[in-house]
């Protein structure tokens, strides 16, 4: 498949299925008007992500990359009440844009960003020992097992792994979106 016949189908689906949403919308805005690269998913992955979170009702969602924080918006619309999103950034200007984007949704209380590279921060949340019933990579290939090690390598703690690979507009070939939970 084509990347124009890809990304065809992704916008037809996004229409079809995702209504108009002003909090994402004003999320995407924000990221491009602050020059963060437009590697968000796409709306109907978004949704996806959000239906399989509450498909497992997942308490405590892991998310390794923010970026402007749109795919963290979603996950964080699944939760239950109490429930927390623990995403991971380690660039600090996105950090910035993705929390103001998450006081613009209404979900700052409920997310908790940690800025720093995951390798890093990945250690301290496993000593952290809270349960997390998703993990959402976006992320090169080469990293995951890393992360994976770093984070305790508990899979009791972190959650069965299945891989679940997105493509969206602007990609690079190497990197992808990994949802394990």
């Not at 924080?69 to 950034?89: D, F, M, N």
């Amino acid at each position: 498949m084509t990347q124009e016949i890809w990304t065809t189908v992704d916008n037809y689906v996004s229409e079809m299925l995702v209504p108009p949403d002003k909090a994402l919308d004003q999320a995407l805005e924000a990221s491009a008007d602050s020059g963060l690269p437009e590697i968000a998913v796409a709306p109907n992955q978004g949704k996806f992500l959000m239906l399989l979170a509450r498909s497992i009702k997942a308490r405590n969602i892991l998310e390794i990359g923010t970026l402007g924080g749109y795919s963290t918006i979603w996950l964080a619309r699944a939760l239950p009440k109490a429930g927390r999103v623990v995403t991971l950034e380690a660039v600090a200007r996105h950090a910035e844009v993705a929390r103001a984007n998450f006081k613009r949704a209404g979900l700052a209380d409920v997310i908790d960003l940690r800025l720093g590279k995951a390798l890093d921060t990945l250690p301290r949340l496993a000593a952290d020992g809270r349960q997390i019933q998703r993990r959402v990579t976006a992320t090169c290939k080469p990293e995951r097992q890393q992360y994976r090690q770093r984070a305790g390598g508990n899979r009791a703690r972190m959650g069965p792994l299945q891989y679940r690979q997105l493509r969206s507009v602007g990609h690079r070939p190497d990197c992808v979106h990994t949802h394990e939970g």
